[in-house]
């Protein structure tokens, strides 16, 4: 057989949050069914997607692993666990627009931000986040995370200066993410000038 390969859903059902399984099988441009290259027999595959732009999309961890949250167009969000002792159900949510938590500078921070949510339990997590350049409107490069609570900073992470996909590493806790500049938390450099 050559290497050019379709690939055919042979058995299909929804979940909820559009999470849709195949049992798939390979097809060679012979006709010869194969397991799908990378894989030792046919079997299941499950493909996500969210029709609903901007919408929640969870996905439940039973093992250390990595989930993708495709929460807007060319907005996948990537999460990594490690250290998980049981299932973790994680809620990832995108909110566009000109925001800013309680003593930021919106002008200072691009126009979108993530809610997640779920406990950890003594796991640690990353996220690849890709977010839209559209929302980058910065007049200065962005170099940091802010992670927030009910509006007050809990955490900083630097991140890539000018990167996208922003990569945030030791994560311990879920909450709201805020992509920025580090000077955008007005609230920090105003308690210096006092």
């Known amino acids: 057989s050559d290497n050019t390969w ?3 859903p042979s058995q299909s ?4 949050n559009g999470e849709y399984y195949f049992a ?3 097809i060679d441009n012979a006709g010869n069914v194969e397991a799908p290259p990378g894989a030792e027999d046919p079997g299941d595959v499950a493909v996500l997607y969210n029709s609903a732009e901007n919408g929640d999309f969870a996905v439940t ?6 989930a993708l949250f495709p929460i807007a167009q060319n907005v996948v969000v990537e999460i990594t666990l490690a250290g998980t002792t049981g299932p973790v159900t994680l809620t990832v949510s995108r909110t566009p627009g000109n925001n800013a938590p309680n003593g930021f500078d919106p002008a200072k921070l691009i126009n979108e931000y993530l809610t997640i949510t779920g406990n950890l339990d003594g796991a640690t997590a990353s996220i690849s986040w890709p977010f839209d350049p559209a929302n980058d409107n910065l007049d200065v490069t962005h ?3 802010f992670q927030t609570s009910g509006g007050n900073l809990i955490n900083v992470y630097p ?4 990167s ?3 990569i945030i590493n030791g994560i311990t806790s879920f909450s709201d993410w805020w992509i920025g500049n580090n ?3 007005v609230t920090d450099w105003m308690d210096l000038l006092d």
């Open 6 to 8: 379709s690939y055919t």
């Open 13 to 16: 059902g929804t979940a909820a």
């Open 24 to 26: 798939s099988v390979a």
């Open 61 to 66: 961890f039973d093992a250390d692993g990595i």
């Open 143 to 145: 170099n940091t995370v």
């Open 159 to 162: 991140v890539g200066s000018g």
């Open 164 to 166: 996208n996909p922003v």
């Open 183 to 185: 000077d955008a938390d």
